[in-house]
């Protein structure tokens, strides 16, 4: 659990007065696919900075496929390099769009400051490239906004007690843009990303997959928790006491996106949903205490796993490609033919079933339509689930070709 976030509701919104607290935005990755990407952002925020007339602070994303490139990267040089080096290489993403989301804005007239990690006010501490999110200071923010009315800000990063610039896990953005609404007050913040919203499974894996118009912190955390690529969970812990309602919407540029569109994350009801760990790896142990000292061991490093028994064996499901696993699963053995699939029950139950990878989204489908029948039929065949958008811009780090595949 997060530090209580400071400056909330509690503390005092901006010193302007409530009609001046800032709107405070978040960019995923999938919104930079291309360069034009970064002008479309920078059109938006000029249009809610002159129609809202109030600050705007713009969370952004490393450029989409940046961050998993640069680990592979990392991981051609070093099987286990310093956290603080690997900290200083994963984050570099992050600064990059900063720096060219600011250059679109001045293109658009806009002043705007970018800003560091320092510039945050975001304070973490643990093992530099998995941090934990301790506070928030609106100071900091307040100060960069008495210099500029827009503030861009690199999201998932944060300073430690010593100065030095630590990462807040992967997928984090979420997590600073709420950390720092709470701590202005806001009362909102948008998260802005490639599906409509809070859904009922991944879009991407299960095309029927319903768009929630609201649900509860507890609901959409629990998904989080059960591995739902939704809302950070520690972003819903920060909104939560901090008072913040979290509207998760699909890019404003969108097909039909309109103002009501999306979730709000608040208080709404509960939801089920179905989770595919397509990300994750599955490990079989020959005994529950083995299991449970690796799971014990990847949470002390700031990791969280999914834990179960069927009648094959013990198992661990582990995110992939995250430094510092291997440390604590020499004594499991990793299957890699082998897929999770979740059912999170709305009160709170979770069934969980081992599948094939090759018959993962076929089964997350199933199991959606026994949750959420079609009123009007069975419907045919599923499409293929389209591909998330990649942008080639994020080769500008390390060059076109993937320094490990040379001849794929």
Not at 138 to 166: F, I, K, N, Y
Request: charge should be neutral; include cysteine; aromatic fraction near 4%.
């Amino acid at each position: 659990m997060t530090g209580a976030p400071a400056g909330g509701p509690a503390g005092g919104s901006p010193r302007a007065g409530r009609e001046r607290r800032p709107l405070v935005v978040k960019f995923g990755g999938s919104a930079f696919a291309d360069l034009d990407g970064f002008a479309r952002v920078a059109r938006y925020t000029a249009r809610r900075a002159a129609e809202d007339a109030r600050p705007v602070v713009v969370v952004v994303s490393a450029m989409s496929g940046t961050t998993g490139r640069l680990q592979q990267t990392l991981d051609v040089l070093a099987a286990d390099p310093p956290a603080p080096v690997a900290a200083m290489l994963l984050t570099s993403g992050e600064t990059v769009s900063v720096a060219l989301l600011a250059a679109a804005l001045d293109a658009e007239g806009v002043p705007a400051l970018p800003l560091t990690a320092a510039g945050t006010g975001l304070l973490g501490e643990g093992p530099a490239d998995r941090a934990r999110l301790v506070r928030a200071d609106p100071a900091v923010l307040l100060a960069g906004l008495e210099d500029s009315p827009v503030l861009v800000v690199p999201g998932g990063q944060a300073v430690d007690a010593g100065g030095r610039t630590v990462m807040l896990g992967r997928n984090s953005s979420d997590l600073s843009a709420a950390a720092m609404a709470a701590a202005l007050g806001a009362g909102t913040c948008v998260l802005f990303s490639d599906v409509p919203g809070v859904c009922t499974a991944d879009p991407y894996v299960v095309p029927a997959a319903r768009t929630l118009a609201g649900i509860s912190y507890e609901g959409v955390r629990r998904m989080s928790r059960h591995g739902a690529k939704v809302v950070h969970e520690s972003a819903v812990d920060w909104a939560e006491r901090g008072g913040v309602r979290l509207h998760c919407r699909p890019f404003p540029w969108a097909g039909g996106a309109g103002s009501g569109e999306g979730t709000v994350v608040g208080e709404g009801p509960e939801a089920a949903a179905v989770v595919a760990h397509k990300g994750s790896e599955v490990w079989r142990f020959r005994s529950g205490p083995e299991r449970r000292a690796a799971a014990r061991g990847l949470l002390s490093d700031g990791l969280r796993t999914t834990e179960f028994d069927s009648a094959s064996g013990t198992y661990l499901v582990v995110p992939a490609g995250v430094r510092g696993t291997a440390a604590h699963l020499g004594a499991g053995r990793r299957h890699d033919d082998l897929c999770l699939i979740t059912t999170v029950r709305a009160d709170g139950r979770a069934e969980h079933v081992l599948v094939s990878r090759a018959d993962a989204d076929a089964e997350a489908r199933r199991r959606h339509a026994l949750l959420y029948p079609d009123p009007a039929g069975t419907p045919g065949p599923a499409a293929p689930a389209p591909a998330k958008a990649r942008s080639p811009h994020s080769d500008v780090l390390f060059g076109s070709r993937h320094p490990g595949n040379a001849g794929r």
